[in-house]
C-alpha cells in the first residue's frame, strides 16, 4: 500500500500501522526527497595488487542527511531497491562514478573504477539504454569502469541476468561478481556468466586469524584457485591486517581491497592520497 501511494509529497499513515511500518514509510519519503535534492555523495575505496600499488577504485555510496550526518547504504539500499528509488539513484550513481572514472583514467593510464549494481537496476527494461547514453555524456571508455553484482542477482532471474552481462561485457565493460562465497549462486553459474573478477566476500578474510594451517587459510586458498581456474581477476575485500595480506600474497591472489590500505575516502581526498602522491613518486 505505501508503494502506490508514496508517488506524492504527502503520505498519510493508515491507522494501526505499527512503528516499523511508519518508520520505513517516513525513511522513503525522505529518501525520495534526498534523491531530487542530490543529497549523495559517492566515496572510493582504493584496489591494490598485493604489493600495494593503487590500480582502480570502488564507488560507495552515502547519504548527506542534514541533521542526521551521514548515513551509510546498509541503511537505505535495501529500501531503495523495494521502492524502486533505486532506479533514479542508481543512475545519478552510474553518472557520478562515470565522471571520475573518465578524471582518473586520465591521470593513471589503466585505472579503473567500479560500480556497484542493484539487481533491479541491471534488470530494469532500460538499463542498457541508460548505461549507453551515460557512457556517451560523460565521455567514458567502457575499459574505466567496472560493474560489481552480487550473487542475488542470479536467484532472482538468471535468464535475464544473464543476458544482460553479456550486452555489458559486449561493451567492453568488466563485470565483478561481489560478496562471493555468502548467497546461493551455484558454481556452474559463475562459469557461464560473462564474468572478469570474483570478489572473495570480506567474511572470508576477516575469519582468517593468523594460522596458515588452519581451515579459514584453506578456504581462502580454494575460492583464489576457483577463480585462477575460471581465468577471473580476485579481489580480496576486508583486509584488515599484514598476516591477511601475507596469506593472499603466498596465494597469488591478484587484488586487495580494505582498511589495511585505505577506508573509503571523498574524491578528493582520494585522489590526493592516491593518485597526485603516486605520481609524484
Ligand atoms: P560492498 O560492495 O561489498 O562494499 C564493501 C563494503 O565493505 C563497503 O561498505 C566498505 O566500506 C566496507 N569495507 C571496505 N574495507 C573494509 C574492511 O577492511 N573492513 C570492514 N569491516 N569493512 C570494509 P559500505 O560502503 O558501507 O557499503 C556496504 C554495501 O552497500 C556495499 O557492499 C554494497 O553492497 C552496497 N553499496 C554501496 N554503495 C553502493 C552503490 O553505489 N550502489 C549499490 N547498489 N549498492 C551500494
Ligand atoms: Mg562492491
Ligand atoms: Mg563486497
Ligand atoms: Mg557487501
Redesign the pocket.
Known amino acids: 500500500a505505501s508503494k502506490a501511494k508514496g508517488r506524492g509529497m504527502f503520505q498519510y499513515f493508515e491507522a494501526g500501522m505499527n512503528e516499523a511500518a511508519q518508520q520505513r514509510l517516513l525513511l522513503e519519503n525522505a529518501l525520495r526527497l534526498a534523491i531530487e535534492q542530490e543529497e549523495f555523495r559517492?566515496?572510493y575505496?582504493p584496489k591494490a595488487d598485493c604489493s600495494l600499488r593503487v590500480i582502480g577504485a570502488?564507488?560507495?555510496?552515502?547519504w548527506q542527511r542534514p541533521g542526521f550526518g551521514m548515513i551509510?547504504?546498509?541503511r537505505f539500499?535495501a529500501l531503495a531497491e523495494e521502492t524502486a528509488l533505486?532506479i533514479p539513484l542508481?543512475t545519478w550513481?552510474l553518472k557520478t562514478a562515470c565522471l571520475q572514472a573518465k578524471l582518473w583514467a586520465d591521470k593513471q593510464p589503466g585505472f579503473r573504477t567500479a560500480?556497484?549494481?542493484?539487481p533491479r537496476?541491471l534488470l530494469a527494461d532500460d538499463f542498457i539504454a541508460v548505461l549507453d547514453r551515460i557512457l556517451a555524456e560523460t565521455g567514458t571508455k567502457p575499459e574505466w569502469i567496472e560493474l560489481?553484482v552480487?550473487e542475488n542477482l542470479i536467484m532472482l532471474d538468471v535468464e535475464k541476468a544473464t543476458r544482460r552481462l553479456r550486452q555489458v561485457r559486449e561493451r567492453g565493460i568488466h563485470v565483478a561478481m561481489?560478496?562471493f562465497g555468502t548467497g546461493y549462486s551455484s558454481l556452474s553459474c559463475l562459469q557461464k556468466l560473462p564474468l572478469q573478477t570474483l570478489?572473495i566476500d570480506?567474511s572470508f578474510i576477516?575469519a582468517y586469524t593468523g594460522d596458515p594451517a588452519s581451515k579459514e587459510a584453506a578456504f581462502i586458498k580454494t575460492i583464489v584457485s576457483l577463480g585462477e581456474i575460471l581465468k577471473m581477476t580476485v579481489v580480496a575485500?576486508?583486509?584488515?591486517t599484514e598476516s591477511q595480506l601475507a596469506l593472499l600474497r603466498s596465494y597469488g591472489c591478484h587484488l586487495i581491497?580494505?582498511?589495511?590500505l585505505s577506508?573509503?575516502l571523498p574524491a578528493d581526498e582520494f585522489q590526493r592520497r592516491w593518485l597526485d602522491q603516486a605520481m609524484d613518486n
Open positions: 559517492l566515496y575505496q570502488e564507488a560507495l555510496v552515502r551509510p547504504p546498509d539500499i533505486i542508481g550513481i560500480i556497484n549494481l542493484s537496476q560489481e552480487t561481489d560478496d570478489k570480506r576477516q575485500e576486508g583486509v584488515e581491497q580494505g582498511y589495511y577506508p573509503p
